[in-house]
């Protein structure tokens, strides 16, 4: 049958166009092969010239066959193909719309066209897709292909850019489909296959992945064109719902491309319903299978939150569908549904002109999101946290929700989850950032207007007795009207209700009219009706010629007359009344206007009490919202030390904000961050320079010296009260400002303008200024070092009084223009020092002698920057201290003879000078001892070394060149620095050590001087009672033992009896200090002194406790002391009722942690301790101890090792209250089925002790934390060790024997087949201490024929990191069992 007699059938497949499918059906007479495909085209294009669009009805063939042999096919013929198709349905598409117009249009040519229309269609987009797919499958082979000129090898690669071509076909097809092809079907239906080939090419094209690239744009426009013109004439919308959630479920990069197309159909193409239809077949996914199908809902979840960016309005009449997902298990379409409900308060709920229905709307999502603050999924509660962020940035959240999410962001601040408090903390600045009330949110600023205004209203109120008329008279008369009326009637039907009721309302004769309508008035007034009827029927009797009982109309009925008279008596006079006399009108008129007048005031003063209570009301609500985020302060700051850098630099950010809007608790955030300045993370560091470089450089002001004296101002309130730590970091931050040259010029110069006093300065800002100054001078030096005469001239002149605090300052400022560490040997010049004879030195001296009698407390440190700055500068530093000791000790002595002059007469005043000499005079010793250590061991060596180098590298240039070849072995040396530089150094570390220990403390020396009088001192407490003396003194003593180790070791008795004896908690806190330094120059010397440092720990004084803490700290992570079982009185310190002692315990032990094994090394001798009974602590508070220390135990070794550990304490523990505490440590660790294992290996142990309700709860616990999520490999061994608890626990070993052996001995635990070792059998018998013993010094034994057991130790210095064995040693191994009633014998297998 020719082709054009036959109707061509669009097929599912391109083979059922082989196959007859019925009558006058279109067949594929035959496969064309490859070499006629070429010839056959031409033959096509031919007949195209000659016949138009139709030609395909000949042809077809010939492109079906070059379909089939795509991949076979020569590129070149693929393109001509693609380009001519297109010339030919371009062509037909031009030449349609006449064709359809025509109406001579018989059947046959109107089947022709359907039909070349079908087949061109066809063969188009099936080549579309041929090159889409071979161009997919070249993309994926070519992966690596990147780079500059990937464009050009792709084209070269195929002769075309595909990407370019797909475009103008998606176009061509748009436009055919534009047109109202639908004449071509009979009835004008077009058949769904055909709108299907042409849309199934659309979304082909859109699973590619490159897709939703850039360069793709024009590709996704043309396709969202295409499926918009299919949606609006071709009734595709149920087709394209049901292809968008395929594609969302399959295809996660979709899901931003299909939301910008369908908010392009829903706005330009007025297809609204799409979104509708989608939501809702989004809604109807079940929330499980969402859950078990994460990329889905990562689809739809995307999908519904950019949508709801793009087209709110629309979504929002859809929302309620996707409700149900609120309380599914999938967290991403929770966050999407509230994503969504966030975009539409954002954009379509805000305002404040929004209707009831709108404003109910808004609420509900708002309750919705505040609801979700508290999921269960943290990236749930974050989500609504961000969400409100962008809320309140677009100042979209109602006033009167304010606290309520800012009372969730505080309570979110507590979060587990970082991310949680992390986005707490944005929202609570974004509250700052955007809050309606003031810039400033000062509780302080705010409570003053808030009472004010609060009285105000106050006194309006009292002023207001009676509250303006919320309603006219007129209309209160209508609201009343049909109650006065019923009420009237009632009384007219049944007159025996008026002689009921009586007469009570009488009218005295003395009464008149006025009087009486007054009366009729306020019993209306208070809706006493029958009352006023009846007192008005009275009235009409009694004043029958008056007004208004007279102008009642005659023709009316007792109801309406009655009614006119009540009515015209609670309104007042009527304007138009007429009735008893002229002089009536003259009165109402002239009580008109004071009536209106009357009212108008009224409903003045009303708004003023509504505009009064309003800001109040707004006033209380600044307050409180000023409280809640002084509030957040506190919580915010805690968070400031957290290990997540991104949470620290908004915890910075934070503080900046708040402290910008002038909260006054924000400047104790602003300090707290000074000591992140030392943070080894890069960013922490660099947020604190923001932090203080937003605060502090950018100040306001008019002009360059406004804006430093602003810097300064604020920079000295930073230095009120400032401590010693807080001062060295902010040192560090000018430091790197002025590095970085960021402090103007203009911020020195007033600076040294206070100094100097040219500008007018307080005594504090002047000490405020040397302060920075120095500061700034660590960066750099020349700041100082450029004007230090008149540094000098200024602040340490001769004046009438001295101010010592600014003399310190100023020493300490000095100190920063030289380097205080050791010189290094590389250095070719000396180390920047002054003479002697310096006018600083001499200004020095004479402050220290002039006011060494002086009862001045800032004297005492000012003479130690003073004795500092001169070891540190001066060139032979000793020999000015030697002479500022002699005069101090010359005053003393002369106070001495005067005191002892006049014996007859002693004053009261003696013996506090003789102190204060005696005081000052050991104190300044201490100090010039102490430097004269530090000058010899730094400055002395470090010269020395300097020096020797300088001579060696003269030397060998002076080296002549035949030297050069000498013996290998010795330039290996040189190169080395082998040759003479080890000796050199241990020559000069010996000769400084000689002159501590030989000279400075012998003979005729000038510290020798002191020692008889300074021992004198601390010898004789009860004689130098005074405790300021004590503390000096014992100061003293320290400075001094550093400096020899023969001097230190004979004063040690001393020392350690003064630190445990002395009543005065300062003494034993400084001794306490100079021991920890002990014991770093001398750790041999102190090492047998080490439990008294430890006997600190628990001194009662909080001070003593927390300076021994932080001294044990140093020297424990130092390595400088032996980690030995005191180490428990450290784990005491974690219940210290001071919050700071116990804060240090939990830092110390977050860093031991950190050194490999030693907390597990050291847990079985704190249990030991800590349980004791003699000497441990309580039940509750060891309970407290050891879920922070077993928190440390996260490797299976150790965890499987301990347990082992504890199992066999068991046995050595001898009350119930150990075996409590060992069951309670058991169950703390995160026990695994292995540990289970170990535990039935062990069960002989702890069985007996299972009878303990306490013992056999605490394993039950394991077994219960087991159970969940157990494998079920896991749960025979967990269900076995339960068996074995429950039996032990009712019916003791006994019972445990008869599980194990059971019927006829057939069950048998698992881990029961592997026996337990000889050797640790035998380990379980104990000593009779509970206590872990000490260890043992290594001695020689014997060689022995037995087997060696593996030991392990529970100390720190005899533990290994790698090793971790549960064997003991044997002479810890427990001597003493516990009896038990039965033994039990397990069956081996």
């Known amino acids: 049958m020719p082709p054009q007699l036959c109707e061509f059938h669009l097929p599912l497949s391109p083979e059922d166009l082989l196959r007859s499918g019925g009558v006058n059906q279109y067949v594929v007479q035959e496969v064309l092969p490859i070499r006629q495909l070429q010839p056959q085209l031409k033959a096509f294009q031919a007949a195209f010239r000659a016949q138009g669009p139709l030609a395909i ?38 030449e349609l719309p006449s064709i359809l117009d025509d109406a001579a249009l018989s059947v046959s040519e109107r089947s022709s066209h359907l039909n070349a229309l079908k087949m061109n269609c066809y063969v188009l987009i099936r080549l579309l897709e041929s090159f889409e797919t071979m161009s997919s499958q070249t993309s994926l082979l070519g992966l690596d292909v990147a780079g500059k000129g990937k464009k050009a090898r792709s084209k070269a690669a195929h002769g ?15 436009q055919l489909l534009q047109l109202d092809i639908r004449h071509l079907w009979n009835h004008s239906v077009i058949e769904e296959e055909f709108v299907s080939l042409v849309t199934g090419c659309c979304y082909r094209l859109l699973e590619n992945p490159t897709i939703s690239h850039q360069k793709n744009r024009p590709t996704r426009d043309a396709i969202t064109h295409l499926l918009g013109v299919a ?37 330009e193409y007025g297809m609204k319903s799409i979104v509708g239809e989608i939501v809702r077949e989004i809604g109807q996914k079940c929330p499980q299978e969402l859950s078990r199908d994460p990329s889905g809902a990562k689809g739809y979840a995307t999908f519904l939150t950019e949508l709801a960016e793009r087209v709110p309005a629309i979504l929002m009449a859809s929302v309620c569908v996707l409700l149900d997902h609120l309380d599914g298990e999938n967290y991403m379409m929770r966050n999407a549904v509230l994503a969504a409900m966030a975009e539409m308060v954002l954009q379509v709920l805000n305002g404040d002109q929004l209707e009831e229905a709108a404003r109910d709307t808004r609420d509900q999502f708002l309750d919705t999101l505040q609801a979700h603050g508290h999921d269960v999924h943290s990236f749930v509660r974050s989500r609504v946290l961000q969400l409100f962020t962008r809320i309140v940035q677009q100042k979209a959240l109602p006033l009167t929700r304010f606290q309520a999410v800012v009372a969730l962001a505080v309570e979110r601040l507590a979060d587990k989850s970082v991310l949680v408090c992390k986005n707490a903390i944005q929202l609570l600045a974004s509250f700052v950032a955007n809050n309606p009330f003031s810039c400033k949110l000062s509780d302080a600023d705010l409570a003053g207007p808030l009472q004010k205004e609060t009285q105000k209203l106050q006194e309006m109120r009292a002023q207001r007795r009676i509250p303006a008329p919320a309603l006219q008279p007129q209309e209160e008369w209508e609201a009343m009207l049909p109650e006065v ?29 006025d009087q009486v309508k007054e009366r009729i008035r306020q019993l209306l007034a208070r809706a006493s009706y029958k009352q006023a009827i009846l007192l008005a029927r009275q009235a009409t009797h009694r004043f029958p010629g008056s007004d208004p009982f007279c102008g009642a109309d005659a023709e009316d009925s007792p109801e309406g007359r009655l009614l006119s008279l009540l009515a015209d008596i609670f309104k007042g006079p009527a304007s138009g009344a007429q009735g008893c006399g002229a002089h009536a009108a003259p009165e109402q008129t002239a009580g008109a206007d004071p009536r209106g007048e009357c009212a108008q005031a009224q409903a003045g003063r009303s708004e003023e009490l509504v505009k009064q209570e309003m800001l109040v009301q707004y006033l209380r609500d600044a307050r409180s919202f000023s409280q809640s985020v002084t509030e957040a302060i506190s919580t915010v700051s805690r968070m400031m030390y957290e290990n997540t850098t991104t949470v620290v630099q908004e915890v910075i950010e934070f503080f900046v904000m708040v402290f910008q809007f002038g909260v006054p608790q924000a400047l104790f955030g602003v300090r707290r961050m000074l000591p992140l300045i030392w943070s080894k993370e890069p960013g922490v560091r660099e947020a604190v320079l923001n932090a203080y470089r937003q605060l502090y450089l950018s100040p306001k002001g008019d002009s360059a010296r406004a804006k430093a004296q602003a810097l300064i101002q604020n920079l000295s309130l930073l230095l009120v009260d400032a401590s010693v730590g807080t001062i060295q970091c902010l040192e560090e931050i000018l430091c790197e400002f002025v590095r970085k040259e960021e402090v103007k010029p203009a911020v020195t110069q007033l600076l040294w303008e206070r100094v100097t006093e040219k500008a007018p300065c307080s005594p504090a800002e002047r000490c405020a200024a040397v302060m920075l100054l120095g500061m700034m001078a660590r960066g750099k ?40 560490r050791k010189p290094s040997l590389g250095a070719r010049h000396p180390p920047f020092r002054l003479p002697q004879e310096h006018g600083l030195f001499q200004r020095l001296r004479d402050m220290v002698t002039k006011g060494f009698a002086q009862p001045d407390p800032l004297w005492v440190p000012f003479k130690e920057a003073a004795v500092a700055l001169t070891y540190q500068l001066a060139e032979g530093p000793q020999e000015i201290c030697a002479r500022m000791l002699r005069d101090c000790a010359r005053q003393a002595l002369d106070g001495l003879q005067e005191d002892s002059a006049p014996q007859g007469n002693p004053e009261a005043a003696a013996p506090r000078l003789r102190t204060l000499l005696l005081l000052n005079l050991l104190s300044l010793a201490g100090d010039v001892a102490l430097q004269q250590l530090v000058h010899l061991e730094q400055a002395v060596s470090g010269e020395l070394g300097r020096r020797r180098a300088l001579r060696e590298e ?4 002076a080296k002549a060149p035949k030297e050069k070849n000498t013996s290998s072995e010795t330039t290996m040396e040189d190169e080395l620095g082998l040759a003479g530089g080890a000796s050199a150094d241990d020559t000069e570390a010996e000769l400084i050590r000689n002159i501590c220990e030989m000279e400075l ?34 100061l003293a003593l320290g400075k001094f033992c550093m400096i020899s180790s023969r001097f230190c070791e004979s004063q040690l008795r001393l020392l350690f009896t003064m630190l445990e004896k002395s009543s005065l908690p300062t003494v034993r806190a400084n001794l306490m200090v100079v021991v920890g330094d002990l014991a770093i120059r001398f750790p041999n010397l102190l090492d047998p ?43 005491v310190l974690l219940i210290d009722p001071a919050p700071p002692i116990a804060t240090l315990a939990k830092n110390f032990f977050n860093e031991l942690s950190h050194k490999g094994n030693a907390v597990y090394n050291l847990l079985p001798d704190i249990i030991s301790r800590l349980s004791d009974p003699e000497c441990g602590v309580e039940e509750e508070p060891f309970r407290t101890i050891m879920k922070h220390l077993l928190a440390y135990i996260t490797k299976d070794k150790q965890l499987e090792s301990l347990l082992e550990k504890l199992c066999q304490r068991f046995r050595t523990a001898r009350t119930e209250r150990q075996h409590r505490d060992l069951a309670f440590c058991v169950a703390q660790l995160p026990v695994a089925e292995r540990g289970v294992r170990r535990l039935l290996d062990h069960f002989d142990c702890f069985g007996d002790k299972l009878s303990d309700d306490a013992v056999f709860a605490a394993f039950l616990s394991i077994v219960g934390r087991l159970r969940r999520g157990a494998k079920p490999e896991a749960k025979a061994v967990v269900d076995e060790f339960e068996q074995k608890l429950r039996a032990c626990h009712s019916r003791g070993l006994d019972g445990m024997d008869e599980l194990d052996l059971g019927p006829g001995g057939s069950q048998q635990a698992p881990s029961a087949k592997k026996r337990v070792p000889r050797a640790q059998a035998a380990a379980s018998t104990a000593s009779d201490d509970f206590a872990t013993p000490e260890p043992r010094r290594p001695t020689r034994r014997p060689p022995r024929t037995t087997k060696k057991k593996p030991q392990v130790v529970f100390s720190s210095d005899e533990s290994s990191e790698e090793e971790l064995s549960a064997e003991m040693t044997e002479d810890e191994t427990p001597r003493k069992t516990t009896p038990l009633r039965r033994a039990s014998r397990r069956p081996r297998s």
């Open 231 to 267: 949606l609006t004439r071709y009734n595709h919308m149920l087709s394209a719902t049901v292809k968008i959630i395929q594609l969302l479920q399959h295809f996660e990069h979709l899901a931003p491309v299909l939301v910008g197309a369908v908010s392009l159909w829903a706005t």
């Open 160 to 174: 075309f850019d595909w990407e370019e071509e797909r475009q103008p076909i998606l176009q061509l097809l748009t």
């Open 57 to 94: 009805l000949q042809h077809f063939d010939t492109v079906y066959s070059i379909l089939h042999h795509f991949r076979n096919v020569d590129l070149g013929l693929k393109e001509d193909t693609l380009e001519f198709l297109i010339k030919v349905v371009s062509r037909h598409s031009q």
């Open 781 to 820: 030096p020349e700041i100082v070092g450029s004007n230090l005469d008149v540094l000098v001239g200024a602040a340490l002149a001769d004046s009438g009084r001295r101010d010592y605090r600014l003399a310190q300052q100023v020493c300490q400022a000095i100190s920063n223009i030289s380097d205080r």
């Open 1089 to 1131: 002194w080490t439990p008294h440092l430890y006997a600190r720990l628990r001194d009662p004084a909080q001070h003593v406790r927390k300076t021994a803490g932080l001294v044990l700290t140093h020297l424990i992570l130092k390595d400088m002391v032996k980690v030995k079982g005191q180490v428990s009185e450290m784990a």
């Open 485 to 513: 009326q019923s009420t009237l009637q009632r009384l007219l039907a049944c007159p025996q209700e008026e002689e009921e009721e009586g007469t009570p309302q009488q009218i005295a004769d003395a009464e008149t009219t």
């Open 954 to 957: 003269q030397e060998h240039k």
């Open 1001 to 1034: 403390l012998e003979g005729r020396q000038v510290l020798a001087a002191f020692v008889p009088l300074l021992l004198a001192v601390c010898h004789n407490p009860g004689l130098y009672s005074s405790p300021e003396l004590s503390a000096a003194a014992s």
